[in-house]
C-alpha cells in the first residue's frame, strides 16, 4: 500500500464521508463499500482517538433558550453511545449549539 497505513486511508474516507452530507449508506454506495466496513472503521477510528488523545471525558456547556412549551420527542440523534431527544419545540439555536458540540467533540 506504498507506505500508507490503512488506518490513515480510512480517516481520510471517514473525513470525506463526514463532509459529504450524504447518508452513510448513500457515500458507501457511491464509494463501493459496504456501510458495516465503514461503520467498523468509525468506531475503530474512534476508539484510537480517544486513547490516544489520554483526555478525560468533559462536559461540554450547550446553552439553551429559557422557554420550554412541552416535551415531546419527535426527533432522536443517536452518533455512537449518543443519543439526543429533540423535542419538536427545540429552539434552533439549541440544536445548532448540540450540533456543534457533536462535531467538534464525538
Known sequence: MSGISKSAIWKERIEDFRTSNLKAQDWCDKNNLHITTLQQWIRRIN???ITSS?????FVPVTTPSIMIHNTAPIIIRYGKISIDISD???PDTLRNILEALRIYA
Open 47 to 49: 476508539k484510537e482517538d
Open 89 to 91: 419545540d427545540c429552539h
Open 54 to 58: 489520554n483526555k478525560t471525558v468533559e
